[in-house]
Structure formats: C-alpha cells, structure tokens
C-alpha cells in the first residue's frame, strides 16, 4: 500500500512540473497567434520589425506618435527561451526583433513600414550598419494574415525603386522571446549608445505623425 501511495505522488509531482514548465515556456512565447492585443482604450495591433541591432530599431518606433508599446526580441528562432549571448553565435535562426504595438486609428501600418524602410539597407543580407551575422537579417513579421497583402505591396513597390534585390523577409510571426532587461529601452537608458540609425531619422519619426496644432 505504501508502495503505491508513494507511485502516485510521483506521478502527480512529474504531472505538476510538466504543466509548469509548459506554462512557462508558454509565457515567454511572446507574439504567435495574437492578431489584437486590448488596451485600456481599445484595440490596438502589433507587427515584428527585424532591423539590424534592435537597440536602435526600437528607439526610432519609441518616437512614434499612435505607438503605445514596444519591446526587444528574438524572432523565429529554432529553439526555446534565447539568450543574447546564444543568438550572438549567428546559428539559432534567430532575429534581433522589435516588436510594435500601435493604435491604428492613430498611426497607420503603412506609415510604420516606411519608416522602417528607411532604417535599413534593404538589400544588404545578414548586415547592418556594424553588424554582421544572420541575428541583424531584415525582416516584417506578422500575426494578423491581413497584414501580409500590405507588407507584400510595400516591398514590391520598394523593390521597384531600388536596382539590387530587396531581402527583407515578409512572413508570418513563428516565435518571438522577449530580450534581457538590459537590452529594452537601451538608447533611453544609454544615450550615447550605438546605434546605426542616424538622429536625423530619430526626428522625422516624431515630426512624421505629429498631432496637428
């Protein structure tokens, strides 16, 4: 009888710590399968930019008008829970990411594409500014199929701008795991940081959707 009684907390205990770990794991999945996320006024969207090192990717959203939120990731990796110095080695097929959370009604999908466009090189592959490595890929990563048509237009209409191949990825969002602290809010945190997104852009993102006087 004891023997028994002893099996079955066993197996309760291991059901226990399976179900956390999923819960997790799950917690830290950030992004997949969100179309909307709810605010305390309304329905706001979110898109993933990868754009190079993220430091300066998220500064430049930051000074958008209609953005309510914004945090620094790793996207479309091939494993759970990364860290910096594990996306660093160029291998995981993770990106440093971006992701935007915007009110609509304020700022539109395509205002936030255009000027992500002109954050980046957008036919230098696993390059930029500094940065070099498959984790510094460009690409628009969504969780609302809507979205795809719009992200589609915009890089063929850029492509037909430009006489060199556009390599930003457009698909749809598998994963996305939040940074370390230190890394969010890093150029607020750090001014003199690097960044290869230069100050002039940094302004025009603040002017671009200003509130009319």
Known sequence: MKKIVVLLTLVVCTLVLIQS???SRSSNDEGVGQQNVTDATGTVKEIYFAG??????????QQVRGVTATAVGYANGKSRNPDYK???RGNSGFAETVKV?????IVSLALLIDLYFESVDPSSLNKQGNDIGSQYRTGIYYTDKADAVLIQEKIKALAATIDKPVVIEQKALENFYTAE???QDYLNKNPG???HISPGLFKKAREVNSKKP
């Not at 190079?52 to 959203?61: N, Q, S």
């Not at 959370?101 to 009604?105: K, L």
């Open 86 to 88: 594990t996306v660093s």
């Open 193 to 195: 940081g690097y960044c």
């Open 21 to 23: 770990n999923v819960a």
């Open 101 to 105: 959370v915007y009110d609509p009604s």
């Open 52 to 61: 190079g090192c993220f430091w300066g990717t998220e500064h430049l959203f």
């Open 181 to 183: 602290d230190y890394h």
